[in-house]
Structure formats: structure tokens, C-alpha cells
């Protein structure tokens, strides 16, 4: 271990573990738990008082089914939260659960009231997400069965076998949507106050951001089961993700594709670089490539110049952080930071520090970080703000369909571990 590590493990894991502990779970435990109905509450305005929305959607529901799973599983935290990950089990098993055709709805009521039956993978991929960390926790055999069963469902039903990943969108009978709106955001929901929308994006396009947490969902499966299949399908989302979605000219990712994975970018709005999740895409990948025992060094290369880009062109060298997007030939347009890039890109480059040991990532990790303490932070409400301006200013829900803790909060439990682990 270098002595910088040790400096920054110091430094860094008590203001880790507090805003961990104080400020995310500290919120959300007092608010989020159904005990009435079952699963999470997640409407919840700047001052934290509910904001009027209690209907629950598939991939926040299931976020935090396995944000609780993960910190049964952790040393990093004080207590057991298995009974709050059990709440959201039960409820995504008994209410958002298609017993006739498999798979999961969209959203419910709060008591479980179907309200958008149709699926897209991305929700898809969060429930297989959250099962999968349920059942590593638990070993709870039921959890691994409806696993295994949504896994093979999904994949039969959209693996598209001549172009290789998924086709997205599906009827609740799996048949495919092919024209109309679609559930979700073109690019992930982001800062802003709004509950949630829909969006005229072409259903059959193949999307990065979905493939992303498919690749995500489908690492955590595999670790948790073996399935081989699953094992195939990660390889193969694991080049998809390293070099079918990558602009090699800039080293920079783009989100639209056709079928064949064309990518499409004859509308000024798909010709924008997502510097959160091509920053999320290196360490996701990292842990892809670790479940299946394939070396990350083979990856380096790549992950350094996708560092490179977003650094150049979407990194506030003035106060820390990244902003939420630009276009591909430019720097960034969207200057809001939102709560989401922050975590994903400080967890990603506090692992490229210890992979590399190079002291850039260090310096982004501790910048990005310091950045998030003092302005994400809500010290009077607790959790944190969704976005922040480049005045400064806090902007959003502090809780909304989109966003619960998961992403923050699984940040500063990986970087707690990470820091745990160079120190060790």
C-alpha cells in the first residue's frame, strides 16, 4: 500500500462512513418503508416532506431492494437490513409480479394496482438486479427461483440472436412494441423536480444505458448463481460495453442504436456524450470483467481515454465534479451537476487510482467528493440535493420515481470498501 492510499483512506473513510450512515440512510429510513402496503415510498420534496406521489416503478423499487441487500452484506455499516430489503422482496414478488407471462410491470399503485403493464429491459434488468443481491444475502431459495426464472424469461423473449444484446420494449405478453412512447427517459432521468415522464423515442432503438444495466443486473446473477448462460450473455454485454457502444475517434460513448447497432446520431440530441454513465461504464465493467475471471488490465487503455474525454470536457477544474452532458465535438451544454453523475464518476475514479495508481484519478475522486460534502450534501434535510447549478444553487426532489438511494448510496459503500481494501 502507498502512502498516498494510506493519506486518503484516512482522510476519506470517516467522511465516507458519516455521509453514508447520517445523511443518505438516516433520510430514507425514516421515510421510505411501506409498512402499510409494502415495498418503498421515494416522493419526497427538498425538505424532505412527501411530495404527493406514492406509486411505486419497477426500477426504484428495485434499487432499493438491493441497496438493502447490499448493506446486509457489508461490514462497511453498523446494523442488519435485511428486514428492510425483505419489504421490498415481498412486495416486488406479490404486487409487480406477471404471473401469467412472466417478467415484471412498469409501476403500481401504492397497494399494488397495476397502472403500466407494459416492460422494458431496463426495468427488467433492476429487478434481476435487486433479486440477485437479495438471494446473496439471504439465501433465500425462492429468491434465487424467481431469478433464474426472470433471467430465462427475459432472455428468451428479447435476446436478439443475429445482432447480438436486446431488443427493450414489450407488451406484458412480451410481444414488442414497436411504435408509440415509451416508460422511460432518453437519457436517465436526471436532476430535475419533475416525477417522471414519457418519451417519444423510437421503442426499437437499442440503448447503451439499458445494455449498461443489463450488464450490470446480469454480473450480479452470475456471481449469485452460475447460470452459464448467463455467463455467455455477460461476455458478450461485456464487448458491448467496451467496444460496440465506444465512438473510437473520441474515445467517448453514445446511447441511440438501430437493431443492427448502427449508431444513430442524425439527431442533434443522440450526438451528446453522458459523462456519468461512460464514467459508470468503466467500473461496471471492471466488476463484468472480475465475475467472469478476464483480466481488466485488457481494458486500461480504454478506460483512460474515457477518462481523458470527460475530463477535457465535462470536468469543472474549478470547483470538482462533472457536469450532466455535452455534444461529441464540444464541452458540456447541460452544466448541471446531477446527484447521480457524481457518485457514479467518484467511485469510477477512485477505482482507476487503485488500478493504476496514477494520482489523476486520486485527485478527481477527492475533488469530485469534496465537491458533492459541500454542495450536494443537505446537512439541515438530510440526504442529497438532485442537481446543482453552475451558480451553485440546489436544484430537485430530494426523492422522486428516479431517484432514491441507490446511487449515492451504493457510491459510498463501494468507495468505503475500495478505501477499506488499498489500506488493508
Known amino acids: 500500500m502507498s502512502t498516498g492510499s494510506e493519506t486518503l483512506a484516512a482522510e476519506y473513510l470517516p467522511k465516507l462512513r458519516r455521509n453514508l450512515e447520517d445523511v443518505v440512510l438516516d433520510f430514507w429510513l425514516q421515510r421510505c418503508l411501506d409498512d402499510d402496503h409494502g415495498g418503498y415510498l421515494l416522493s419526497f420534496d427538498r425538505e424532505g416532506e412527501f411530495a404527493g406521489n406514492d ?3 419497477i426500477v426504484t423499487q428495485s434499487r432499493m431492494l438491493w441497496l438493502f441487500a447490499r448493506l446486509s452484506r457489508s461490514d462497511a455499516v453498523d446494523g442488519d437490513y435485511l428486514a428492510q430489503a425483505e419489504l421490498g422482496y415481498d412486495f416486488l414478488r406479490e404486487e409487480m409480479y406477471d ?15 397495476v397502472e403500466k403493464p407494459r416492460k422494458h429491459l431496463y ?22 427461483d424467481l431469478a433464474v426464472d426472470l433471467f430465462e424469461t427475459v432472455d428468451d423473449a428479447s435476446k436478439d440472436h443475429e445482432h447480438g444484446g436486446y431488443r427493450e420494449y414489450f407488451e406484458p405478453d412480451w410481444t414488442q412494441v414497436t411504435e408509440g412512447t415509451t416508460y422511460l427517459e432518453s437519457i436517465e432521468p436526471d436532476w430535475s423536480p419533475k416525477e417522471s415522464g414519457e ?12 445494455h449498461l444495466h443489463l450488464m450490470e443486473a446480469f454480473t450480479t446473477f452470475y456471481r449469485a448463481t452460475g447460470h452459464t448462460t448467463a455467463r455467455e450473455r455477460l461476455h458478450e454485454l461485456l464487448d458491448v460495453l467496451t467496444n460496440t457502444v465506444v465512438r473510437k ?12 447497432w448502427s449508431p444513430r446520431l442524425d439527431d442533434e440530441d443522440f450526438r451528446v456524450v453522458s459523462y456519468g454513465h ?26 483512460e481515454r474515457l477518462f481523458e474525454f470527460s475530463l477535457e470536457h465535462g470536468y469543472d477544474r474549478d470547483h470538482g465534479g462533472f457536469y450532466f452532458f455535452g455534444p461529441l465535438d464540444g464541452d458540456a451544454t ?12 467518484m467511485t469510477s475514479a477512485l477505482r482507476m487510482y487503485e488500478a493504476t495508481g496514477d494520482d489523476t484519478y486520486r485527485d478527481v475522486f477527492a475533488e469530485t467528493y469534496d465537491f458533492v460534502e459541500e454542495y450536494h450534501v443537505d446537512e439541515e434535510h438530510g440526504e442529497w440535493h438532485s442537481g446543482v447549478t453552475d451558480d451553485l444553487e440546489p436544484v430537485g426532489r430530494k426523492g422522486a420515481e428516479y431517484k432514491g438511494a441507490y446511487h449515492n448510496g451504493r457510491a ?4 468505503i470498501e475500495t478505501l477499506e481494501s488499498m489500506s488493508a
Open 55 to 57: 406509486d411505486k416503478m
Open 99 to 113: 404471473d401469467d407471462h412472466g417478467g415484471f410491470y412498469w409501476s403500481v399503485s401504492r397497494s399494488g394496482d
Open 123 to 144: 426495468g427488467q434488468s433492476f429487478a434481476l438486479y435487486g433479486l440477485s443481491e437479495y438471494y446473496r444475502a439471504t439465501g433465500d431459495e425462492g429468491a434465487r
Open 199 to 210: 418519451s417519444v423515442l423510437d421503442p426499437t432503438l437499442k440503448l447503451m444505458n439499458t
Open 249 to 260: 475517434e473520441l474515445t467517448a460513448c453514445t446511447d441511440k442504436y438501430d437493431p443492427d
Open 278 to 303: 461512460d464514467l459508470e461504464n468503466v467500473w461496471l465493467t471492471m466488476e463484468a470483467a472480475d465475475a467472469l475471471d478476464v483480466s481488466t488490465r485488457l481494458f486500461v487503455d480504454l478506460y
Open 334 to 345: 447541460n452544466r448541471i451537476k446531477a446527484w447521480w453523475v457524481q457518485a457514479e464518476c
Open 412 to 415: 459510498l459503500l463501494e468507495c
